[in-house]
């Protein structure tokens, strides 16, 4: 079993900085991508970031130059700086890894979300 648990979502004015956090727990031998997706209310559900085990990343354009993900494979746990947030932003975002666990490879695993509100 692999578990994701999100934290550091809340309320922020437009122009606020969030970082959320996404630990790992289980029977982990290995993280491969780690990702934060959003959906926001009616909308559907959008890759926002995501990191390579060796540290390579991508972003959407949406976010670009705005958010910095991160990850500290020690402490099996990722970060999504966000910064300048814009109302639209708002959603609830959700932590995606691709896990390696000692009996299944590639285990696709989700977290619950953590809600993150921005208010113009």
């Known amino acids: 079993q692999v578990q994701l648990v999100e934290s550091g979502g809340g309320l922020v004015q437009a122009g606020g900085s969030l970082r959320l956090s996404c630990r790992a727990s289980?029977?982990?031998?290995?993280?491969?991508?780690m990702s934060w997706y959003r959906q926001a209310p009616g909308k559907q559900r959008e890759l926002v970031a995501a990191?390579?085990?060796?540290?390579?990343?991508n972003y959407a354009d949406s976010v670009k130059g705005r958010f910095t993900i991160s990850r500290d494979n020690a402490k099996n746990t990722g970060y999504l700086q966000m910064n300048s947030l814009k109302p639209e932003d708002t959603a609830v975002y959700y932590c995606?890894?691709?896990?390696?666990?000692?009996?299944?490879?590639?285990?696709?695993?989700w977290g619950r979300g953590t809600q993150v509100t921005v208010s113009s």
């Open positions: 990191i390579t085990s060796g540290g390579g990343t």
């Open positions: 995606n890894a691709i896990v390696d666990t000692v009996i299944q490879p590639g285990k696709n695993a």
């Open positions: 289980g029977s982990i031998f290995s993280i491969n991508a």
